[in-house]
């Protein structure tokens, strides 16, 4: 069995809502999310995976600002360099973790290049502001 920890670096915008707060908190956070990846076999070209490919995965969603829309009905939003992510949840650390690794499993079960591997995301950590959050499946 092969363990990859892949580390990318994120800056993001998020807005949250919460139910104790009467105003949404918009926040600029600098993440350092890690990413662990377990892989029963080696490709062709012997590795499991491709550590840039996940990387650009993850850089993607660099500057871009999440915010719930659901919640945020359908004032104006600022310009911000990455664009804008209308999410079905709220952008809480927790739930950012979830989406990241949600997207890099459908990622590596669509890949022609990762079938083989027989490869597995065991988590994914976002460490930001003093605080990390970890999603294990």
């Known amino acids: 069995m092969y363990t990859l920890r892949i580390e990318q670096e994120l800056n993001i915008g998020r807005e949250l809502r919460l139910p104790y707060t009467t105003d949404a908190r918009a926040y600029g956070q600098h993440w350092n999310v890690f990413v662990v990846i377990q892989a029963e076999y080696l490709n062709d070209w012997g590795m499991a995976v ?10 993607q969603h660099d500057n871009q600002y999440f915010f719930q829309k659901s919640v945020r009905g359908e004032q104006e939003l600022e310009e911000f360099p990455g664009g804008h992510v209308h999410c079905p949840f709220s952008p809480t650390m927790e739930n950012m973790a979830k989406f990241l690794w949600e997207e890099i499993c459908l990622y590596l ?10 490869g597995k995301v065991v988590s994914v950590e976002i460490r930001g502001d003093g605080g990390s959050v970890l999603y294990e499946f």
Request: proline fraction near 5%; charge should be positive.
């Open 109 to 118: 079960a669509k890949s022609p290049h990762y079938k083989e591997i027989k």
């Open 50 to 59: 491709d550590f840039s490919h996940i990387r650009d995965l993850i850089k």
